[in-house]
């Protein structure tokens, strides 16, 4: 079974830019969750689709947004980007129990 | 009082030793408990995940919980060097994956 894939690997922004992250979850699940994790911060939960629908959020601003297709796939997306904004985005897939992890989007704006 | 507390160590444990790695929540509606392991670089791993009280053994891992001290742990026997990363709690609430992470534990094997 593939894996959970995340595009694209790494990202370069200017500040007041806007960028959208694309997450395909492992084949079957229905849940995508987004995290942001920082040096300072760690991993912190983004939102949560679930069948198209936003099941869970988190306490970001609403710079930062997200949508569920009607495949699974997942996409977030972050507008008028702050240097505060840079960080590994974390894409994670879920089953019924377990959730697994994408290899990141590493965003660095600058 | 942070939701997710655990020891930042570093924890430093000689080859084939037990580590031990420790975990308290401060919600008592968490439902679901996990244990991942971050190399520098890369994305969290899945260890193993525990729902009810008690031990849940998978190969050199165990992970124990304790709902009415709010605790969970993991132990890991005969600690490789390959075992050398930091491990991150993470706990979340009925009704979905809106997963809360502890800070992680640095923890270092010695060959």
């Known amino acids: 079974k593939a894996g959970v894939t995340q595009t694209p690997r790494y990202l370069i922004k200017t500040r007041g830019q806007q960028v959208t992250l694309s997450c395909s979850p492992i084949?079957?699940?229905?849940?995508v969750s987004w995290y942001q994790q920082t040096p300072g911060q760690g991993l912190q939960f983004l939102f949560e689709?679930?069948?198209?629908?936003?099941?869970n959020k988190g306490n970001f601003p609403g710079r930062f947004s997200g949508r569920q297709f009607s495949n699974s796939r997942s996409e977030m997306n972050v507008s008028t980007l702050e240097l505060g904004d840079s960080a590994l985005y974390l894409c994670?897939?879920?089953?019924?129990?377990?959730?697994?992890f994408g290899p990141g989007t590493r965003l660095t704006v600058t | 009082q942070k939701e997710v507390e655990q020891n930042s160590g570093p924890l430093s444990v000689p080859e084939g030793a037990i580590a031990s790695l420790n975990c308290t929540y401060s919600?008592?509606?968490?439902?679901?408990f996990f244990w991942y392991r971050q190399y520098s670089g890369k994305s969290p791993e899945l260890i193993m995940f525990?729902?009810?009280?008690g031990d849940k053994e998978d190969g050199r891992f165990t992970a124990q919980l304790n709902k009415a001290s709010q605790y969970v742990s993991l132990l890991i026997r005969d600690s490789q060097p390959s075992d050398s990363a930091t491990y991150l709690c993470?706990?979340?609430?009925?009704?979905?994956?809106?997963?809360?992470f502890g800070a992680g534990t640095r923890l270092f094997v010695k060959a």
């Open positions: 084949s079957g699940h229905r849940s």
């Open positions: 993470a706990v979340a609430l009925k009704g979905g994956f809106k997963t809360i």
């Open positions: 525990i729902y009810s009280n």
């Open positions: 919600d008592r509606g968490s439902q679901s």
């Open positions: 689709y679930f069948s198209e629908t936003q099941r």
């Open positions: 994670a897939s879920s089953g019924h129990d377990e959730q697994y």
